[in-house]
Each structure stands twice: as structure tokens, then as C-alpha cells.
């Protein structure tokens, strides 16, 4: 995709994405909520109004940074995944996405209320029914049902539309608020049922907060998204807070506590009462005969016109954010992808989004109660924002490449945010009614066991947690940005060579203040104690000593810098990927004998681990005949492999150290072409190869040969070039430290077959830590 | 080689569509192809499936459709993002210099278009240049689990 593409799927301004998010926020809950906070905790709940809006500000800031660090579909489950891995991941996944239909239900519920409640639209046509549990249901039920159905079809909604939707609907509150005031509220008891009354409210109303995570879930929208994302979600939840604490103080200042939350429709019932003066005032003027009712009536229905279209729109919002949080899932394979296909031709996730529908409608059917559906909701929610502001935490600390927010906490609040929004997050959660944790508990089993049967084996977690536990290399390395050669060095017959090929790669980087680090571990056995072995093993102490002793004399003759490390430890090959580590090493380098190992390594149980996991670039020797070790006539094979240009790199840093004549070629195979005339010859293709990898190792025109062979069989081929140059330098050929090969079959094959000098060389390996080893790390410091 | 097929562009919906269109020019003369997919956006409202979703549904048509035209086929792709898909084609068709755009239309009840929006009525009541309407060809396609049992399934 070019780059004007993508600035075309960027057509949300902070307007349109503040509407996004104030649609889905605003309305539908607080249409329906006044009489339960009412019944649970008097006008006081205007306070849990307010706590909620404040524990969604938390969330907001940090998942705006997330946001635009990963701008990727799934928002919160997302971020939690890949931070978190899999294992949470499931369990938010699934959280949100039941968050998300019993949201839709409770939302559909409210519309019913509004229809066919007390007080409601049955209320004022005569033939509908009024008050009537069924109907409720049944309007809840077909509506659920006519959405699910206009998404699976991939009815058009313009961006006109959900404007001037949102807009009546502030409209509405606005006037409200404004007639409500003026009709003088009065607060009689402020708080019934004591704070902590107040603060089990907050999680019942925590369900008309879950909305502005859309904005997050449209990062990859949004223009601008380091200002535009974090001001749209701080403004669609400060919005609402406010115009809900208003709601709560005029409802409750209106009508009588008992009265509120009696009602089915508690706005349009207040608004009743906020009219009726009005009509008293236009009466007084002559020849105007409005009935006092009809007044107090119109405003009735205007809030319930408006409660329709808010229930509405925030249930098709959810319905469309569960399809996202499903096709994530299955982007991550922690779901079955066939849930995800897309309609051929309505171009909807119809799957999805009849399976969110059913769901719905089955919520709807049991009828739990329209306050434990919008509990349950909060719950989920809850506990992914506290997820949420775990990642947060662990991307900062693990500090991935890939990671580069537009958006960051501002210093002074990290890691206040966060940690203050877990914390309140938690406490929610806590103390919400036993049933509610009931439900919510069994949808995070439904999540771990989903996990422990499906996820695990096929979504492999990639948790950042480890990296984010161990120690930060940084703190140790003296922080100059030298570059380090790690060379472990055990025999001293191969140890001059080994570490006369590190300072030629230590040489290339003189200006960065090069150092080669010779490494010499003595292995101590499980069973015995690390200082207990020692003793009676000074011979091998001696050795060590004198083995860096030798190391140091060689290089004070090649003229490098030079620092040992002596370690005593139970596995070779984890005590030099900590020495890499610690001493955050720009390279490696290892020798090897050539031979396979026994059965359980490939090449050897050093090797092995350092080569597959070490995160600096790795070059593994096997050293040939003397005179001809990294220097001489050095060949590189010139292939497409992804670490092709680290082994020209490394032969070309050979070749410039090397004192004696040393010649470079880089040297391609190609199969013979098909004979098509419009096609390159295989010549042709290979020396373009050639020029395109010699540029990519900064290797100058004039310094190698280019040297292009035809035939069909590629690894014949090389071997028998490889018989007539002293030193062949070849990059891996695979990534990931999985398979049954280290470096790949063709660069182990060559290793094993030649009896040359071979240079295996790749570059940086992406390996996340496993938490295990974050944590012994960690404990090892 | 006819002169209209010389510069085509083909809008591709999905993978299925992509098959029923290189279906449909099979046996015939043809230049150069944009295939193109237009992702439809709402501007504002929330859409119904993800950008990410549904690019990945245009590079799995693309796919198809390359893979069934063959490496001969002079196929170039593209991915347009608009909230009117039926415009978007034609600015395309504008950009690659087209001779013709060409649509294999698939069935669909009246109602089901009128509530989706008939994407092809549009290509043709409102075009500039050329519109080839090639039939889908119910062929004996032994892979072709992709016909019209499937879509007159889903027009109901």
C-alpha cells in the first residue's frame, strides 16, 4: 500500500472521533440508570457518577498511549495480549466481548423500558401497552434482532447520521439540565444509604463508562492520533461525567427518592415533572388553553424519543466493537478464524456478529434483570482497564522496538496513572454485589480454560512481562554505547584465532569505542554447590587463569581492548547469554568443532542456547586450515537470506584486519531460468543479488568480485566453490530458535562439509524472555 | 486484442468475487488490470468491520485473483479507501487511464440491494467511460465451491 493510501483511511478529525466515543457514552445509560443509583444510594450517587467518570479518565490516559502505540483493531484485548500474552489475553478477549453483549442487552432492555414501561410510549398511544414485563421484553428482542440483522447486511450509516444523533441527544440533556435547574431541585437527604452505598453504585453505573474505548479501537483512523486520540477520549468521558452528575442531581432533586426508582423510564418521568410548571406559565397568557399535562407530556416524550435513539446507537456500537474484539482474537489465533470471515458481499464479519447478536438475544430471554446485566458489563470492563494499565506499565519497562507511542503519559503522572488506575479499578471490582462476581468469575474461568484448551497450543504467548521484570541492561552497562564482542573462550589452541576475528569486527567500530570481552566459564554440576566444587577443583581455576592470561597477552599484541571475565556457573550457555546481556554486547562470537552434537543439541549445548537466543548478532567459527582463518581468499554466499548481509559485513570487517593479502568475493548461485526471453538471464539476476547485498553490508564496489554460478543444484554447487577460497562466511538462513537447526541447513551443511574455515553469522534475534527466566535473571542480580 | 479490455480496471469485493470475475474473463482478450478494492468507510459512524479486516479480505482477493488469471496477467492491485465505493472506482479508473470497467455482478434480491446499496447500478448510471458487464459463468470449475447455491443462500 502506498503512503497516500494510508493517509486516506486516516478520516477521523478530533471531532468525529469525540462524537464516536460521545455516542456510544452518552445516553443509554443514563436513560436507565437514575432509578437503580437512585434505589441504591440516593442523590449521593452522583458521587459514584463522578468516581466512575474519574476511573475512566485513568483509563483513558492509558490507553491513549496504548492506542497509538499499537494502533492495531481490538483496543484494550490488544494491548493486553501482547503485553500480557495469551493468557491474559483470552481472558480479556472474552471479557470484553461478554462485557459487550450484556451491554447490548442491558442497553435493549432500557429501549424497551422507554417503549412499553411505566410511564413509557405505551403511555401516550393508546393501543400500545403500557407497563407490560413482556412487551419490554419482546420490543427489546425484536430490536436486538433488527440490528443484528442491519449489520449482518451492512446497512449504510453515514457519519451525518450518528452526528445529528449525538447532537439532539446533548441537545436533549442539555435542555434538561437547563429546565431541570431552573425548576429549583431540592436535595432533601443527601446520602440514605452511606458511602458504602456510594461506592457499590459506582459499579452499576460503571456500564455507561465502557463506551469510549471505541475511540481506541479506531486509532488507525484518526488523523494526527498523538493530539486528536488522547483529547477525544479525555473529552467523550469528561462530557458525559458531567452531564451525568447533573442528570442524578436534578432527577433526584425533582422527584421523590421512592418515586425515582420506581419508574421504568426515570428521565422522561422527571422531565414530566420539570414541564408541568412551564404549562402553568403559558396557561396565564389569554386565549392559549394548553392542558397542563400535555406539557409535561411532550416532555416526556422528547426524553423517551431520545432514550430510543441513545439505547439504539450504543447497542449497534457494541455489537460492531464485539465483532472487532472477536476478529482480533482471531488475528492472534486465540479464536477460530472461521468466526471472522467477512461476507463476500455485504463486506460485514457476519459470523461475528450473528454470534453477538444470539448472545444478545439470549441475555434478553433469561431476563437476569436489567441492573445485573449492566453490572456484569462494568465487571469485564474493570478488570480489562486494570489489564490495561498493567500493560502499560510492562510496555514501558519491556520497551519493544515496535513500541513508539505518539502519546505518552507525561512524566509526572507515570507511574501515578496506572497504578492509581488499577488500584481504583480493583476496588470496584471488589466490592460489587456476590452475584455479579459470580457471573463475572465464571466468564474469566471460561477465558482461562479457553486458554488452557485452545489458546495455548496455538497462539503461543509472547508475554512482555519477562523483559519488563528483568534487569534493564542499561543500569549496568556504563552507558558510553561501546561496542562489545563477546568471545567465550575455552581452548587454548583456538583462542588467539577466535579473538583475533572479534577485534576485526571490534576494528570495523573503532569509533565507537570497540572492546572484545573474553569469557571463560567453569561449569560446576547441579548437585554440588558453587563454592563447595571449587575447592577441589583448583586445577580448573588455574587453567581459567591462565587461559584469559593468554587471552590478554594476545591482545595487547593485536592491539585491542580487552576485558575478562572468569565465571564460575552451572550452564556454559545461559552464563554467556546473561555476560551478553549484562555487558549489553553488540556481538558474539563462538568457535565450534565442526561436528554435530549428541542428540539432544544440534550443534552443541553452548552453542545451542547462545546462538538461538542471544539478542546481539551472533557469528559462529569453525576454524580450518591455519593461515587461512578469516583471512586469505574469503568468500561470502551471497543468497537471499535474511542474514545474508551480516555474513558480508563480517567478511568484510575479516578482510580489512587481515594483514596478509586477503581477497573478498561474494558468490551466488542461481538455478537455470526457464528460458523466457522477457526474464533476466540467471546471470544477470544473480549479480543484481550481488550489488543489492554488498550495498545493504556497506561493502564498496571496488573491494570484492562478484563471481555468479548456474546450476541445479545449489548446495552442490557451493561446496565444490567452497574447496577453492580459505574462508566462507554464510548468514543463517533461518530465524527463531525452534527448529531442528540452529543456522539453517544450508549453513550447517556447508559447516559440516568443508574442511575451510566457516563463519556462520546472523544478526539480532527478536526473542521475548519467558517470565521464568525474567524472574531468575532478576533474582540473580 | 479488443481495444475495450486494453486498460481494465476490475473492482474486487472479496475473494469469491474475484473468482466469479476471473471466471468471467477467462476466455477472452485482455491488457493490463488495476484490480481494486474499495474499502467503504463510514466518516464518522462506526464502520462494520475494521480497515485491518478488511484489508486483509482485499489481499486475499487479490491472491485469488492472480492466482486464477495466472502469472501471465498483467495484473496491477490497489486498495482505495472511500465512503462512496461506486466514486472511488472511478477516480481509480481516472488515475490508471482506463478504457473500461469491468463487474461481474452475482445475484442479490432487490431488497437486499436496496438496503446495501447497489454498488453496480451506480457503476453504470453514474459512469464516464465504459462499463463491461461480463456474466458469471456457472463453470465446471472442479475447485469452484463458490457458486450460486452460495450467494442464493445469502440473499434471502
Known amino acids: ?781 | 486484442m479488443n481495444d475495450l479490455l486494453d486498460r481494465i480496471v476490475l473492482p474486487v469485493a472479496g475473494p469469491d468475487d474475484a473468482a466469479a470475475t476471473a471466471r468471467a474473463l477467462s476466455d477472452r482478450d485482455f491488457g493490463s488490470i488495476l484490480a481494486l478494492n474499495v474499502i467503504e468507510k463510514a466518516g464518522g459512524a462506526p464502520d462494520k468491520a475494521s480497515v485491518e479486516q478488511r484489508e486483509a479480505v482485499a489481499e486475499e482477493a487479490f491472491a485469488e485473483l492472480e492466482a486464477r488469471l495466472g502469472p501471465g496477467a498483467d495484473i496491477e492491485t490497489q486498495v482505495r479507501y472511500g465512503t462512496d465505493v461506486a466514486e472511488t472506482i472511478f477516480d481509480a479508473a481516472d488515475d490508471f487511464d482506463a478504457t473500461a470497467i469491468v463487474i461481474t455482478p452475482r445475484g442479490g434480491s432487490r431488497w437486499v440491494r436496496l438496503l446495501t446499496g447497489d454498488v453496480a447500478l451506480s457503476l453504470v448510471t453514474d459512469t464516464d467511460r465504459p462499463v463491461v458487464v461480463l456474466p458469471d459463468v456457472d463453470s465446471a470449475d472442479p475447485t469452484g465451491d463458490d457458486g450460486p447455491t452460495d450467494s442464493g443462500g445469502e440473499d434471502e
Open chain 1, 1 to 781: 500500500m502506498s503512503e497516500s493510501d494510508q493517509e486516506l483511511a486516516r478520516d477521523l478529525g478530533f471531532l468525529e472521533a469525540y462524537t464516536i466515543g460521545l455516542g456510544t457514552m452518552i445516553g443509554a445509560g443514563i436513560f436507565v440508570l437514575p432509578s437503580i443509583a437512585a434505589e441504591q444510594a440516593g442523590p449521593a450517587s452522583m458521587v459514584s457518577f463522578f468516581a466512575g467518570g474519574m476511573v475512566s479518565l485513568l483509563a483513558a490516559l492509558s490507553l491513549s498511549e496504548l492506542a497509538t502505540g499499537m494502533p492495531k483493531a481490538g483496543g484494550s484485548y490488544y494491548y493486553v495480549n501482547r503485553a500480557l500474552g495469551s493468557f491474559f489475553g483470552s481472558i480479556v478477549g472474552w471479557g470484553m466481548w461478554a462485557g459487550l453483549t450484556f451491554a447490548s442487552a442491558f442497553y435493549m432492555i432500557g429501549f424497551g423500558q422507554y417503549l412499553f414501561g411505566i410511564g413509557g410510549l405505551g403511555k401516550f398511544i393508546g393501543f400500545l401497552p403500557e407497563g407490560s414485563q413482556i412487551a419490554i421484553s419482546a420490543a427489546a428482542l425484536v430490536m436486538a434482532a433488527i440490528l443484528t440483522g442491519l449489520n449482518y447486511y451492512g446497512v449504510k450509516e453515514t457519519g451525518a447520521l450518528q452526528n445529528v444523533i449525538v447532537l439532539s441527544l446533548v441537545g436533549l440533556i442539555v435542555a434538561f439540565l437547563g429546565l431541570g435547574a431552573l425548576s429549583g431541585p431540592t436535595i432533601e437527604e443527601f446520602n440514605p444509604e452511606g458511602w458504602p452505598a456510594v461506592a457499590a453504585t459506582v459499579g452499576t453505573v460503571y456500564v455507561t463508562f465502557i463506551g469510549f474505548e471505541v475511540i481506541a479501537t479506531s486509532a488507525e483512523e484518526i488523523k494526527n492520533p498523538s493530539r486528536n486520540l488522547p483529547l477525544a477520549m479525555i473529552a467523550a468521558v469528561v462530557t458525559p461525567t458531567l452531564m451525568y452528575v447533573g442528570v442524578m442531581f436534578v432527577s433526584t432533586g425533582t422527584l421523590t427518592r421512592d418515586a425515582l426508582a420506581d419508574s421504568d423510564v426515570p428521565v422522561a418521568t422527571v422531565a414530566r415533572e420539570i414541564f408541568d410548571p412551564l404549562a402553568t406559565g403559558v396557561s396565564a397568557i389569554p386565549f392559549v388553553d394548553i392542558g397542563t399535562a400535555s406539557i409535561g407530556s411532550f416532555g416526556a416524550l422528547l426524553m423517551i424519543v431520545g432514550a430510543v435513539l441513545a439505547t439504539v446507537s450504543s447497542a449497534n456500537a457494541s455489537i460492531l466493537s464485539a465483532a472487532r474484539v472477536n476478529f482480533a482474537m482471531g488475528r492472534d489465533r486465540i479464536l477460530i478464524n472461521w468466526l471472522n470471515e467477512v461476507h463476500d458481499r455485504f463486506r460485514t464479519p457476519y459470523r461475528a456478529i450473528t454470534a453477538t447478536g444470539v448472545i444478545t438475544l439470549v441475555l434478553i430471554a433469561v431476563n437476569v434483570g436489567v441492573g445485573t446485566l449492566a453490572e456484569v458489563a462494568s465487571f469485564m470492563y474493570l478488570i480489562t482497564y486494570a489489564l490495561v494499565h498493567v500493560a502499560v506499565i510492562v510496555l514501558r519497562r519491556a520497551d519493544p522496538d515496535t513500541y513508539d507511542p505518539a502519546f505518552r503519559i507525561p512524566d509526572l503522572l507515570y507511574p501515578i496513572v496506572p497504578i492509581a488506575g488499577l488500584v481504583a479499578c480493583l476496588a470496584i471490582l471488589l466490592q460489587m454485589r456476590l452475584i455479579v462476581q459470580a457471573i463475572g468469575g465464571v466468564i474469566v474461568v471460561f477465558g482461562v480454560a479457553w486458554y488452557l484448551l485452545y489458546a495455548r497450543e496455538r497462539a503461543p504467548s509472547k508475554s512482555l512481562v519477562g523483559e519488563a521484570i528483568a534487569p534493564e541492561p542499561t543500569a549496568i552497562a556504563d552507558g558510553e554505547g561501546r561496542y562489545r564482542v563477546v568471545v567465550p573462550v575455552a581452548n587454548p589452541e583456538t583462542e588467539r584465532d577466535l579473538l583475533r576475528l572479534a577485534a576485526a569486527s571490534a576494528h570495523a567500530h573503532e569509533d565507537e569505542n570497540a572492546e572484545v570481552i573474553a569469557v571463560n566459564v567453569i561449569e560446576v554440576p547441579q548437585q554440588t554447590s558453587l563454592s563447595q566444587d571449587l575447592e577441589f577443583e583448583e586445577e580448573r581455576v588455574d587453567r581459567q587463569q591462565e587461559l584469559l592470561a593468554t587471552a590478554r597477552d594476545i591482545a595487547a599484541e593485536l592491539d585491542i581492548g580487552l576485558r575478562t571475565r572468569a565465571i564460575v556457573g552451572r550452564e556454559t550457555g545461559s552464563v554467556v547469554l546473561d555476560v551478553i546481556e549484562e555487558e549489553n554486547a553488540d556481538h558474539v562470537l563462538l568457535g565450534w568443532q565442526g561436528r554435530r552434537s549428541r542428540r539432544d543439541h544440534v550443534l552443541g549445548s553452548t552453542i545451542d542456547p547462545v546462538i538461538g537466543r542471544a539478542s546481539c548478532d551472533a557469528t559462529l567459527v569453525k576454524l580450518g586450515p591455519e593461515d587461512g582463518r578469516g583471512e586469505g581468499d574469503v568468500m561470502v554466499l551471497a543468497g537471499e537470506g535474511p542474514h545474508a548481509p551480516v555474513a558480508a559485513r563480517r567478511a568484510g570487517e575479516f578482510v580489512s584486519a587481515s594483514d596478509t593479502d586477503s581477497s573478498l568475493t561474494l558468490f551466488n548461485v542461481q538455478e537455470p531460468g526457464d528460458g523466457d526471453e522477457d526474464e533476466q538471464s540467471p546471470e544477470e539476476r544473480g549479480e543484481e543479488l550481488i550489488a543489492t547485498l554488498a550495498e545493504r553490508a556497506g561493502i564498496e564496489d571496488a573491494s570484492y568480485e562478484a563471481r555468479v554460478e548456474v546450476a541445479e543444484d545449489i548446495e552442490e554447487s557451493v561446496l565444490d566453490a567452497a574447496a577453492e577460497y580459505d574462508t566462507i562466511c554464510v548468514g543463517a538462513t533461518r530465524s527463531g530458535p525452534v527448529s531442528q537447526a540452529v543456522f539453517g541447513s544450508l549453513p550447517e551443511t556447508v559447516g559440516e562439509r568443508t574442511d575451510r574455515t566457516v563463519v556462520m553469522a546472523r544478526g539480532p534475534e527478536e526473542s521475548a524472555m519467558s517470565v521464568r527466566e525474567a524472574i531468575a535473571r532478576r533474582l540473580a542480580t
